[in-house]
């Protein structure tokens, strides 16, 4: 038998050959599928330092209305400590007859004999307007009354102030 040496030689080219394609394209796409994950790496990068810097401004904001709102809280907390000092002061001079609380009177009804006497004001605003004394236990209570006011509408600006510095 007859060793056909071309045939052999043939088909070790056609296999060098498929081999050496083989790498070729195990090469070829090895250099795309490192580029591909470079190009991926560099996306993700990009997206960390995105997500890094829009962390970084939502944390800024947060920070500022921290801040906004401890200043509105002081305001707040210095406004109901002056209401609340005035009033005690208002209170002490009632209690010490310093201060006496008086009303109004309609003069028409002190003619059709309320019996109530005007008590000249000196310096007062209402010239000669008909006054009546509240007795210092109604006093302290209409005061009572007006702190209470006094109080809530603080607070309710403070709510005010605190809804708008949120809606900014």
Known sequence: ???????????????????????????RY??????QAKQHAEALNQMTSAAATAQQVEQDKRLALEQRLAASEQTHFRKMTDAQRDQDRLRDRLATSDLRLSVLIDATDAAKGSGVPATPGAGGVDH???RARLDPA???????ITDAGDRGLIALQACQAYVRELNK
């Open 138 to 144: 109604h006093a302290q209570r209409i005061i009572a």
């Open 128 to 130: 000669a307007a008909v």
């Open 1 to 27: 038998m007859a060793i056909p040496w071309k045939l052999i030689g043939a088909l070790v080219l056609v296999l060098a050959g498929f081999g050496s394609a083989w790498q070729f394209q195990e090469l």
């Open 30 to 35: 090895g250099q795309q599928l490192a580029e």
